[in-house]
């Protein structure tokens, strides 16, 4: 036999879930999403199609990004015990400066069309987190504005090589008036990558009202009301040219970058040098010969060349040729904290982070960048313990392994 009876008022009341009162409706659903995969899927409920894809898909039959989520997939940690890890420091430091945790955020092209918040509210999360931004040639903002907009973070510019080689000089002489300490060279881009959803969506730089986006707009009529309420959706650097992204690579960017392009911007450019989409062992000891003070391996997050190499299956190899002359990053395929550990382990220095933060702008704007970067530290700080390390500078390839 059971007993049974009525609850009591006080013994159910502290069952019964209470909202935060300092947070908005739209931050407590942040709130519940509790990994990068879960800002993702929120992301694409809240944007149009062919905005989602232009931030989630890659060239061709998207191999290279795959597999380079596979590769994390593959990762095997070897963690050690009883030790103390009641404190651990997550922080390292990237080209002479601390950073708070082991990424930047990356380049990304065109980021106000996922939020109408666009790069300053990125840059302004950066800067609460104590990480560094970088501000894409592919922009929508402007050098200028984007100092005034986030004046105490810490400001990267990339720049493409353009055939244009007078403006590609004039944008970094900006770069260098406005303030940014590091100038990445992105080298992959001898061409656009073939982005097949972005040719199915119809995907235009700037957007184009057709019939199928006019429908949409019943769907997602916040987003176009931001959209049309708000200055002109279009590059800060450059004019568009009605084409997919890809089409304007091929158009404006120079296809003949070789070395001398290297001792050239070496030549008017007097801070620290990157040079991103290094895909080989070989080219990692080019870029260190060339004086860059940092490689990012890279493959462009899969969006250049299909079934390509992939960044942590190199970075072992990369680290042990030019480790001690170059600092080393990668990114790619990276969608949690556990797989930053991983690349840290395996000799990075640290990784740049793309679409999770995408992600996290298109969920909720401001609030979903900060989610990003928060769901990232703890991820980050959790694995470290579970490792038994108490810094960042403590992982070694001792620690990890790829199945």
Same mark, same amino acid.
């Given at each position: 036999?059971?007993?049974?009876?009525?609850?009591?008022?006080?013994?159910?009341?502290?069952?019964?879930?209470?909202?935060?009162?300092?947070?908005?409706?739209?931050?407590?659903?942040?709130?519940?999403?509790?990994?990068?995969?879960?800002? @993702?899927?929120? /992301?694409?409920?809240? *944007?149009? $199609? +062919?905005?989602?894809?232009?931030? =989630?898909?890659?060239?061709? !039959?998207?191999?290279?990004?795959?597999?380079?989520?596979?590769?994390?997939?593959?990762?095997?940690?070897?963690?050690?015990?009883l030790r103390d890890v009641?404190?651990?420091?997550?922080?390292?430091?990237?080209?002479?400066?601390?950073?708070?945790?082991?990424?930047?955020?990356?380049?990304?092209?065109?980021?106000?069309?996922?939020?109408?918040?666009?790069?300053?509210?990125?840059?302004?999360?950066?800067?609460?987190?104590?990480?560094?931004?970088?501000?894409?040639?592919?922009?929508?903002?402007?050098?200028?504005?984007?100092?005034?907009?986030?004046?105490?973070?810490?400001?990267?510019?990339?720049?493409?090589?353009?055939?244009? @080689?007078?403006? /590609?000089?004039?944008? *970094?002489? $900006? +770069?260098?008036?406005?303030?940014? =300490?590091?100038?990445?060279? !992105?080298?992959?881009?001898?061409?656009?990558?073939?982005?097949?959803?972005?040719?199915?969506?119809?995907?235009?730089?700037?957007?184009?009202?057709?019939?199928?986006?006019?429908?949409?707009?019943?769907?997602?009529?916040?987003?176009?009301?931001?959209?049309?309420?708000?200055?002109?959706?279009?590059?800060?650097?450059?004019?568009?040219?009605?084409?997919?992204?890809?089409?304007?690579?091929?158009?404006?960017?120079?296809?003949?970058?070789?070395?001398?392009?290297?001792?050239?911007?070496?030549?008017?450019?007097?801070?620290?040098?990157?040079?991103?989409?290094?895909?080989?062992?070989?080219?990692?000891?080019?870029?260190?010969?060339?004086g860059a003070d940092a490689?990012?391996?890279?493959?462009?997050?899969?969006?250049?060349? =299909?079934?390509?190499?992939?960044?942590?299956?190199?970075?072992?190899?990369?680290?042990?040729?030019?480790?001690?002359?170059?600092?080393?990053?990668?990114?790619?395929?990276?969608?949690?904290?556990?797989?930053?550990?991983?690349?840290?382990?395996?000799?990075?220095?640290?990784?740049?982070?793309?679409?999770?933060?995408?992600?996290?702008?298109?969920?909720?704007?401001?609030?979903?960048?900060?989610?990003?970067?928060?769901?990232?530290?703890?991820?980050?700080?959790?694995?470290?313990?579970?490792?038994?390390?108490?810094?960042?500078?403590?992982?070694?390839?001792?620690?990890?392994?790829?199945?």
């Open positions: 036999m059971v007993n049974r009876r009525l609850p009591r008022w006080e013994e159910l009341a502290p069952l019964i879930g209470r909202p935060d009162p300092a947070l908005s409706r739209a931050q407590a659903r942040l709130e519940r999403c509790a990994s990068i995969g879960d800002l @993702r899927a929120r /992301a694409r409920r809240r *944007v149009p $199609r +062919a905005v989602f894809d232009y931030v =989630d898909g890659a060239a061709g !039959t998207e191999t290279s990004l795959l597999r380079s989520r596979q590769a994390f997939a593959r990762v095997q940690f070897r963690p050690r015990v009641s404190d651990v420091d997550p922080s390292v430091t990237m080209l002479g400066e601390r950073s708070a945790l082991p990424f930047a955020f990356a380049p990304t092209g065109f980021t106000r069309m996922m939020h109408h918040v666009g790069e300053p509210a990125v840059a302004r999360a950066a800067g609460d987190a104590g990480i560094p931004y970088a501000l894409s040639t592919l922009g929508t903002t402007s050098l200028e504005d984007l100092a005034a907009e986030a004046p105490d973070t810490r400001r990267w510019f990339q720049l493409y090589v353009w055939r244009d @080689r007078m403006a /590609a000089e004039a944008l *970094v002489r $900006r +770069a260098e008036a406005s303030g940014y =300490d590091t100038l990445i060279l !992105t080298v992959d881009t001898a061409v656009g990558g073939i982005r097949l959803r972005d040719v199915r969506n119809g995907l235009t730089i700037p957007p184009q009202l057709r019939a199928a986006t006019i429908a949409q707009m019943a769907l997602y009529p916040r987003w176009w009301a931001n959209v049309l309420t708000t200055p002109p959706l279009e590059f800060a650097s450059l004019t568009s040219t009605g084409g997919t992204v890809g089409d304007l690579l091929t158009e404006v960017f120079d296809p003949s970058i070789g070395p001398e392009h290297i001792s050239w911007l070496r030549g008017i450019w007097p801070g620290r040098l990157i040079l991103k989409g290094i895909q080989s062992v070989e080219d990692a000891r080019l870029a260190a010969d060339l490689i990012v391996l890279s493959n462009h997050g899969g969006r250049q060349i =299909d079934m390509g190499n992939v960044p942590l299956e190199l970075l072992p190899g990369v680290v042990e040729a030019v480790g001690d002359r170059v600092e080393v990053y990668i990114d790619g395929g990276i969608t949690s904290g556990a797989d930053i550990v991983a690349a840290c382990a395996f000799g990075a220095r640290g990784v740049l982070v793309g679409r999770a933060y995408l992600y996290g702008l298109m969920a909720g704007g401001a609030d979903g960048v900060r989610r990003t970067v928060a769901i990232l530290e703890k991820e980050i700080r959790t694995t470290m313990q579970l490792l038994g390390v108490r810094s960042i500078a403590e992982l070694d390839p001792g620690y990890v392994t790829l199945r």
